[in-house]
């Protein structure tokens, strides 16, 4: 089993529509949880951090963690066009070992058509 | 607003030959790390550097790599004989803290390394 794992998608929405991305995780030493935007052959851009579970609001964004299921989620409000990219979802433990060691899942493209 | 840079942005070189990257992590940033991706795969940790020391390193970074913080602001990556294996974007990232409240990793635009 992947320590994450992402839908690849691709994923293809209209204009304002409300978009939700997911990531499944099995290593349950993950304490905090990144979400980025990657527009092609450019880097990483972060969107959310989020440490402990529950729901973060950021504009148009909300992160949701849910550690006893492993699983989170990226909502994002009103798609734009602007919004079209890959969205990593990447995540980390911190103590023991770990010195900021990030896991990153494969990226889920989306597309939001006019 | 702070950011992190890379230089260059896309490198060229014949394999067999040494290459470094550079980078210039956010100046109170005390974290950083080296990242790459190849083409259509997922962004995979390299390995992460504090205090002037490498603090953890995945199997890819193997004897080939190095990594040094030269003065106060350049963090590099230096691979030293490359291979086409290498090929790949490289992203420098950098984070106040290594975990807990402040772990925001922030990362470069990245090195496109071509390695012919």
């Known amino acids: 089993q992947k320590e994450v794992e992402q839908d690849p998608g691709p994923l293809s929405v209209p204009e304002g529509a409300i978009v939700s991305l997911n990531c499944t995780y099995s290593?349950?030493?993950?304490?905090?949880f990144m979400w980025y935007r990657q527009y092609s052959r450019k880097g990483p851009e972060l969107l959310m951090y989020?440490?402990?579970?529950g729901n973060k609001e950021d504009g148009r964004f909300t992160a949701q963690v849910d550690k006893s299921s492993k699983y989170i989620s990226l909502f994002i409000r009103d798609s734009q066009p602007s919004d079209s990219a890959t969205y990593l979802c990447?995540?980390?433990?911190?103590?023991?070992?770990?010195?900021?060691?990030?896991?990153f899942g494969q990226g889920t493209i989306l597309t939001v058509h006019p | 607003e702070p950011e992190v840079t890379q230089t260059p942005s896309h490198q060229v070189t014949q394999m067999g030959q040494e290459v470094i990257l550079r980078c210039v992590p956010i100046?109170?940033?005390?974290?950083f790390y080296w990242y790459r991706q190849i083409l259509g795969q997922k962004v995979e940790f390299l390995v992460s550097?504090?205090?002037?020391?490498?603090?953890?390193k995945s199997e890819i970074f193997d004897d080939q790599f190095s990594v040094e913080r030269p003065d106060g602001s350049n963090f590099t990556l230096k691979i030293r004989s490359t291979k086409l294996e290498d090929s790949a974007m490289y992203f420098c990232?950098?984070?106040?803290?290594?975990?807990?409240?402040?772990?925001?990793?922030?990362f470069g635009p990245g090195t496109r390394l071509t390695v012919l």
């Open positions: 990232a950098s984070s106040e803290v290594a975990g807990g409240l402040s772990a925001e990793q922030f």
């Open positions: 290593n349950s030493a993950f304490q905090y």
């Open positions: 989020t440490y402990s579970s």
């Open positions: 990447a995540m980390g433990n911190a103590g023991g070992t770990s010195y900021g060691k990030l896991t």
């Open positions: 100046s109170n940033h005390l974290y």
């Open positions: 550097f504090y205090n002037n020391e490498i603090s953890e």
